[in-house]
Each structure stands twice: as structure tokens, then as C-alpha cells.
T-cell receptor, first 115, second 111 residues
Framework: KQEVTQIPAALSVPEGENLVLNCSFT??????LQWFRQDPGKGLTSLLL?????REQTSGRLNASLDKSSGRSTLYIAASQPGDSATYLC??????????????FGQGTILTVHP | EAQVTQNPRYLITVTGKKLTVTCSQN?????MSWYRQDPGLGLRQIYY???????DKGDVPEGYKVSRKEKRNFPLILESPSPNQTSLYFC??????????FGSGTRLTVV
């Protein structure tokens, strides 16, 4: 059974800092890994999707890396802003090697960026 | 605009009164899923569908039903809701089954 862990559970930083969020998974037989952002009481917004054949994916100030062999992904946020405050979730598809569309989520990292 | 639309956004109901939460996507996606999100438990999959008339159970299917009669719609049915089904529910869809678009969520309270 795939298990996804995110560290830290919560992070509070001053505006302008560069920061790293971590995601680890137990079964490396994944097709991809997806990072989401969730604002309080709201839906999930997809940030980045890294295919298993890729090592990095970038979008603006966000950079996500994937190391399948070690079962790890990191989300790097450059020059953080108060508007980045949210819960960040990583998710991987079902680890059975079939595309049944089941995502396993980590518990999330609650990020607070204060002015 | 490409999106997944859930209705209603908020719902308060009483124990045992059947309800349906609707989900519709306009992206012609094959895959659709339902999740519930609870404090301390995170997001857990309830049911998923790979195509019309093809559905299967996720991690927490008890007390829920789904149907996929049309590609764009995937309603979640609670035949006899109980207080332990109070939660935040999300519908999601994907073209390939790998990258997902989520709806805005339905906050359900069962009293």
C-alpha cells in the first residue's frame, strides 16, 4: 500500500525567504507526482505535475523535483510572499502499475508567510 | 472555462435523509473520482470511475453510491446519511488518470 508523508507539517517564514517542502512515498512504482495548493475551505489547485521520466518541473517561482529511486519529491518556492500562504499537498497515483486513477495524498504542509 | 463543478457548495441535512451531490466536468475527461477530506485523516478516495458505466471502490466506499451514466457527470449518492459522513467532499477529473483537476468542494454536515 502506497503511503505518502509530507514534512514539515507546518512552516512559518518571513516574506522573501526561499523554502523547501518535502514529500516522500513508499512505493517508487509511480507514473507521476502532483503538487497541489489548497486555501482554507477551498478546493485543490494543481501546481505542478512531474512525470516519472522527469526530474524537475518549473512554474514561475515554483520548482518541483522528483527522485523516484529514493521515493522523494521536493517543492521549492522562491522569494515567498504572503499570498503563498496555504496548505500544500503532494499526491501520487495508485502504485499498482495500473491507471485506475486513484491518488494517494500526503497530509499536507501548512505554509504561513508573514509580512 | 475548463472546470469541475460541484453542487451544492454547502449542505446541512438530517440523519437518514437521502441526498445527492452532483459533479460535472466540461473537459471530456475519462476519469472521475470522489474524495472526502477530514482533519487529521487527509484526503481519502471514496469511488472512482474510468469511463461511462465503469466504477470501482476507493478506500472509504461504505455508505456511498455513485453512477456514471454520462461521461461528464459523476454524482455521489448518500442513501442514508449519518453524522460520521460530515466532511468536505471533492470531485476530480482527469483525461489520463494521472493529472487531476478538482472541484471547489462540498461541505456536508449531517445532524
Amino acid at each position: 500500500k502506497q503511503e505518502v508523508t509530507q514534512i514539515p507539517a507546518a512552516l512559518s517564514v518571513p516574506e522573501g525567504e526561499n523554502l523547501v517542502l518535502n514529500c516522500s512515498f513508499t512505493d517508487s512504482a509511480i507514473y507521476n507526482l502532483q503538487w497541489f495548493r489548497q486555501d482554507p475551505g477551498k478546493g485543490l489547485t494543481s501546481l505542478l505535475l512531474i512525470q516519472s521520466s522527469q526530474r524537475e518541473q518549473t512554474s514561475g517561482r515554483l520548482n518541483a523535483s522528483l527522485d523516484k529511486s529514493s521515493g522523494r519529491s521536493t517543492l521549492y518556492i522562491a522569494a515567498s510572499q504572503p499570498g503563498d500562504s496555504a496548505t500544500y499537498l503532494c499526491a501520487v497515483p495508485y502504485a499498482g502499475g495500473t491507471s485506475y486513477g486513484k491518488l494517494t495524498f500526503g497530509q499536507g504542509t501548512i505554509l504561513t508567510v508573514h509580512p | 472555462e475548463a472546470q469541475v463543478t460541484q453542487n451544492p457548495r454547502y449542505l446541512i441535512t438530517v440523519t437518514g435523509k437521502k441526498l445527492t451531490v452532483t459533479c460535472s466536468q466540461n473537459m471530456n475527461h475519462e476519469y472521475m473520482s470522489w474524495y472526502r477530506q477530514d482533519p487529521g485523516l487527509g484526503l481519502r478516495q471514496i469511488y472512482y470511475s474510468m469511463n461511462v458505466e465503469v466504477t470501482d471502490k476507493g478506500d472509504v466506499p461504505e455508505g456511498y453510491k455513485v453512477s456514471r451514466k454520462e461521461k461528464r457527470n459523476f454524482p455521489l449518492i448518500l442513501e442514508s446519511p449519518s453524522p460520521n459522513q460530515t466532511s468536505l467532499y471533492f470531485c476530480a477529473s482527469s483525461r489520463t488518470g494521472f493529472g487531476y483537476t478538482f472541484g471547489s468542494g462540498t461541505r456536508l454536515t449531517v445532524v
